[in-house]
Structure formats: C-alpha cells, structure tokens
C-alpha cells in the first residue's frame, strides 16, 4: 500500500514538473514578442517628444536616431550633386596653417565708423595678428587711425533686408581670403564694439574648430513662416533657419561660402520682402539654414555679438552715452548661455549653453547697437572691461 502511494506521488510530482518546464519557453516567446513588435513600432512611429526618446536611449533623440536605418531620401538634382561634391571636397581637405595666422575684421559700414577709436586701442599692440577690410556702401569713410587707411574695398549699395546685404558680405569675405594668412573672419557693423582685449578674442577664435553663426528652427511667422515652396527641392521647409547675421568663420567655412551658388541663388530669388505676401530677409535666413543643411556639426548655433531683443520691438534695444557703465559691460561679458524665442503663439524660449570646446564659456566676444554718443564713455573704460 505505501509503495502505491509513493508511485502515485512521484508521478504527480513529474506531471507538475512537466508543467512548469512547458510554461518557462511560453513566457519566454511572449516576452520576446512583446519586445520585438515594441520595438516594431518604434521604427514605424518613431519618437519626437524629446521625453519619449529617453526611454530608448540616455542621448535623446539623437541617441535613437544612431541605430535605426537612414531615412529615404529624394534623388538630388544635377546641380545639387555638383554642389555638394565641391562643398564635401572643401571640408574634408586640411586646412591650410598658416605660421603667422591672423583674424580678418570684416566692417560692414554705410559710411565712417563711429566707434574707430576704440578699435584702435583694440588692435594697438598686436600688429600682424589681424587685418582690417571695410565696406562703406553709402559714404567714403574718414579715417583717424592708421588700422584702417586705404583698408576699403570696392563697396556697393546696400539695402535692409535685401541680397545685397548677403552681397556686401560675400564681398568682404572674398577680399579677406586673397590673404592667406587669414585663417579666422569677424563680421561688424557700425554699431559693435569689442568686449574683451585682443588676445582674448585672438585665442577665442582661433584655438576651436567651428564657426560661430547664429541659427536656431523658429516655426512661427517670422521664422518657417517666411519660407517659399519655390526653394524647392534644394531647400525643404524642415531644414530653413534663422538667425543673426553677425557672424565670425574660419577659413574653410569662408571658402564654402564663396564656392556656393545654388543655393545662394535660391536666396536671392525667393527670399525678398514682398515675397508670395511674405517678408523674407535673406540675411537672416541664408547662411544659417546653409550651414544647417552641409555642416550642422560645424557651427555654434549662436552668434559672439551681443543684441539685446528684451523690449519686444522691432529694433533691438541701443545704448546710449547715459547707459554705459562697467556693470553693464561686465553682465554683457558674463553671459554664458545663449536664448532664441519663436515668434509662433507658444513664444518658446530656447536655452542653449554656450559651449567652446566642451567647456561652457561666456558667449559674447562683441557687442552691438551702441550709439555714438558712448564712445567717450567706452574709451574711458576700455581698459578696466577689456580685462574682464
């Protein structure tokens, strides 16, 4: 009798085991199904709330987009592949190192400089580490310091908020390359004035391998709203940028610039004021979705010119001979993160830490919009705020 319960027993211990050794592979399919059709869709539908990317991934969206396979894209035209043949061939070739490289300061000026003196005590003491070329599209200029006798190029009209403004600038970049030595180029306007001593802007630009151009997506009116379907296909709406045009460029960057056409072209034909009822400025627009588009890696995203946009107008806010005081300068100089905000109902503030080479800094080498009644006031503290 007992030997007939204990067969009995162990046979049901058997059944059981049986049992649970069949269920562990059932779990197992359903788990790796559930993760494989999870991530199914994930390829399908892919994330675009930068909080939802985080669950694929530590690096965000970017993290996510590494391991799934490129995009379809469309087929480039002929004068497209042309384009991006030259630009790609520019990019990828060494630059040139020059033993004695210097920074091109580009003026873009309608008539005299205001602020000449205080450029002088600038670049007083740095000879052969820079070059100066001005162009002064309304007016000849009267020169007082010897930095920028017979440093005018040949100059033409130019208009807010027109190609001729993207014209000016080209122009100065083109005269500035024929110097070889010329390894780093800073474009001004009447306005600016410098906001550290020469050699901190010197070491500034010249020890980091990116360009300092403004750009940021703006989907409001004033930024995507602004774009022309005629662009196409060469420029696509999800790739058109906005930003200042106050730019500073290293060489390579420069000669991309001087090389393109194509879309330059698509610039000047069709992004104007007035254009299909809208109000395009070209200066605004063209180099930071160029960039975006061939380089994106390559640039800033902010611009080393100070403007301040807080008073909501059309203009920025000016400075006057009553505003300057060495607290002013110095937040100006302190400022170490750079903000954009949309123009679209949601008025979204885009925060951006101002990072050279991987370490944050302070982002403004330059500032502008200071009136010309300052200038006493700036000379006055030029040596105590350069030092900052």
Not at 57 to 83: K, Q, V, Y
Not at 241 to 260: N, P, S
């Amino acid at each position: 009798m007992k030997s007939a319960k204990l067969w009995h027993l162990n046979m049901k211990d058997m059944h059981r085991n049986r049992r649970s050794h069949a269920k562990k592979p059932t779990w197992i399919i359903v788990l790796v199904s559930l993760v494989s059709l999870f991530l199914i869709c994930a390829f399908i539908y892919p994330p675009h709330n930068s909080s939802a990317c985080y669950v694929f991934s530590s690096n965000g969206c970017n993290g996510f987009s590494h391991w799934l396979p490129p995009a379809p894209t469309r087929e480039f035209t002929d004068e497209e592949i042309a384009a991006r043949v030259v630009m790609n061939d520019i990019l990828n070739t060494p630059s040139f190192q020059s033993k004695t490289p210097k920074i091109a300061f580009l003026f873009l000026i309608p008539g005299s400089l205001p602020f000449e003196k205080l450029w002088d005590m600038f670049f007083h003491g740095h000879e052969g580490r820079f070059s100066v070329y001005v162009h002064a599209s309304k007016d000849k200029p009267v020169h007082f310091s010897r930095y920028f006798i017979n440093r005018e190029i040949r100059s033409d009209k130019v208009v807010w908020g027109k190609i001729s403004m993207v014209d000016a600038e080209r122009r100065l970049l083109a005269n500035a390359l024929k110097d070889p030595d010329n390894q780093h180029f800073v474009l001004l306007s009447d306005s600016c004035i410098p906001l550290h001593d020469f050699d901190y802007v010197f070491n500034y630009l010249m020890y980091t391998n990116i360009s300092f151009v403004d750009c940021f997506e703006d989907p409001g009116p004033l930024g995507s709203g602004r774009y022309s379907e005629h662009m196409l296909p060469e420029v696509e709406k999800n790739d058109f940028r906005k930003g200042a045009q106050w730019f500073t460029m290293k060489r390579q960057h420069a000669v991309v610039v001087m090389a393109d056409n194509l879309y330059y072209s698509k610039f000047r034909d069709y992004c104007k004021p007035g254009m299909d009822g809208r109000n395009c400025y070209s200066d605004e627009h063209y180099l930071p979705t160029f960039f975006h588009m061939h380089d994106p890696d390559g640039v800033s995203y902010w611009s080393v010119t100070h403007v301040d946009w807080s008073e909501g107008k059309w203009h920025p806010k000016s400075y006057g001979a009553q505003d300057i005081s060495y607290q002013l300068l110095k937040n100006i100089s302190a400022i170490d993160e750079s903000v954009h905000v949309t123009s679209d109902e949601r008025r979204e503030i885009q925060v951006r830490p101002c990072l050279w080479n991987g370490r944050q800094r302070p982002c403004y080498l330059f500032a502008r919009k200071f009136l010309p009644e300052s200038l006493d006031n700036l000379m006055q503290l030029f040596s105590n705020y350069t030092m900052m």
